[in-house]
């Protein structure tokens, strides 16, 4: 299965204590790095909101955000301590008495006093319940889009691959052609030079030529390469890293038969290669 990184899912849920909205946004990373934007009330959700995105993700960099609108029904109450409000008026009226010019106490002003007035807690529980199956939601309709966008991209390394497995054979099949050209090219060459022809001479410097042209065990490896990442993009899990791997692979066997080329055409091919194994590269650097 073959999933992206960049992706983007957005979830609501409402109930009689209000609504909530939960995004995720994720983009490549070579790990798996969340991070949250919670509503306070929320926050010792997060453990288990990460281990939900361990379970579903292996790679990218997580934005995580949480947002609660309260119920327009929900009013806020305040909880008024009498017996601290009497207290501090009396302690206010007998420091009055003491003063020459005393101040007047108001009632904000005892209530601005600590642990005159309160606000009682909230109960979350609901909310938090509600919030736990909507992260759960919302992280799986991120999945399944990151694997719609990684199926996208299916073709795109389908068809590079089978591409550069025609240009591995095409170099292939030249081999023999080639090499009978050089060895054609090589004789001209004595002969220009009027030198004696030399069986011997010829043939060392033909196996000479053979053995610095020999791309065969490059040609090997291009199509074990070409293979295993064909084999890789079937495969379950994470796929991302294993590929960059085989790219890596792939373009230092497309530079070595580069450099070993006797041929133009060889030479054109190569690049070509390269172009191609550099086309999938930067996709799969957005693999998981």
């Not at 299965?1 to 609504?19: E, L, N, P, Y």
């Not at 497309?254 to 390269?274: F, Q, Y």
């Given at each position: 299965?073959?999933?992206?990184?960049?992706?983007?899912?957005?979830?609501?849920?409402?109930?009689?204590?209000?609504?909530l909205t939960c995004e995720i946004r994720t983009?490549?990373?070579?790990?798996?790095?969340?991070?949250?934007?919670?509503?306070?009330?929320?926050?010792?959700?997060?453990?288990?909101?990460?281990?939900?995105?361990?379970?579903?993700?292996?790679?990218?960099?997580?934005?995580?955000?949480?947002?609660?609108?309260?119920?327009?029904?929900?009013?806020?109450?305040?909880?008024?301590?009498?017996?601290?409000?009497?207290?501090?008026?009396?302690?206010?009226?007998?420091?009055?008495?003491?003063?020459?010019?005393?101040?007047?106490?108001?009632?904000?002003?005892?209530?601005?006093?600590?642990?005159?007035?309160?606000?009682?807690?909230?109960?979350?529980?609901?909310?938090?319940?509600?919030?736990?199956?909507?992260?759960?939601?919302?992280?799986?309709?991120?999945?399944?889009?990151?694997?719609?966008?990684?199926?996208?991209?299916?073709?795109?390394?389908?068809?590079?691959?089978?591409?550069?497995?025609?240009?591995?054979?095409?170099?292939?099949?030249?081999?023999?052609?080639?090499?009978?050209?050089?060895?054609?090219?090589?004789?001209?060459?004595?002969?220009?030079?009027?030198?004696?022809?030399?069986?011997?001479?010829?043939?060392?410097?033909?196996?000479?030529?053979?053995?610095?042209?020999?791309?065969?065990?490059?040609?090997?490896?291009?199509?074990?390469?070409?293979?295993?990442?064909?084999?890789?993009?079937?495969?379950?899990?994470?796929?991302?890293?294993?590929?960059?791997?085989?790219?890596?692979?792939?373009?230092?066997?497309?530079?070595?038969?580069?450099?070993?080329?006797?041929?133009?055409?060889?030479?054109?091919?190569?690049?070509?290669?390269?172009?191609?194994?550099?086309?999938?590269r930067e996709q799969v650097q957005n693999l998981?």
């Open positions: 299965m073959i999933r992206s990184m960049t992706a983007f899912a957005r979830k609501d849920v409402q109930g009689d204590w209000g609504a983009v490549n990373h070579r790990y798996l790095e969340p991070s949250f934007r919670l509503p306070e009330a929320f926050r010792e959700l997060e453990g288990r909101f990460r281990e939900e995105l361990r379970n579903q993700l292996k790679r990218g960099k997580v934005d995580v955000s949480m947002r609660l609108q309260s119920a327009e029904n929900v009013t806020q109450s305040f909880e008024i301590s009498e017996e601290m409000a009497q207290a501090v008026n009396e302690a206010a009226n007998h420091i009055n008495r003491m003063l020459d010019n005393p101040a007047h106490i108001n009632a904000l002003d005892i209530l601005r006093w600590p642990g005159v007035l309160s606000v009682p807690e909230q109960d979350y529980g609901p909310a938090k319940e509600a919030a736990t199956g909507l992260f759960e939601q919302t992280v799986a309709e991120l999945a399944s889009v990151r694997e719609r966008e990684g199926e996208r991209l299916r073709p795109l390394f389908e068809d590079r691959l089978k591409i550069m497995g025609e240009l591995v054979s095409d170099v292939r099949a030249r081999m023999p052609e080639l090499l009978d050209a050089q060895e054609k090219a090589l004789r001209e060459r004595f002969e220009k030079a009027k030198v004696e022809l030399d069986p011997d001479r010829v043939t060392q410097e033909m196996v000479m030529l053979a053995q610095k042209s020999d791309v065969a065990e490059e040609l090997d490896r291009l199509d074990a390469h070409i293979g295993e990442v064909a084999d890789t993009l079937k495969s379950e899990g994470a796929i991302g890293r294993r590929l960059d791997f085989l790219m890596q692979e792939l373009n230092r066997e497309a530079n070595t038969l580069s450099s070993k080329s006797i041929d133009a055409g060889v030479t054109r091919i190569a690049v070509d290669l390269k172009v191609l194994i550099e086309q999938i998981e």
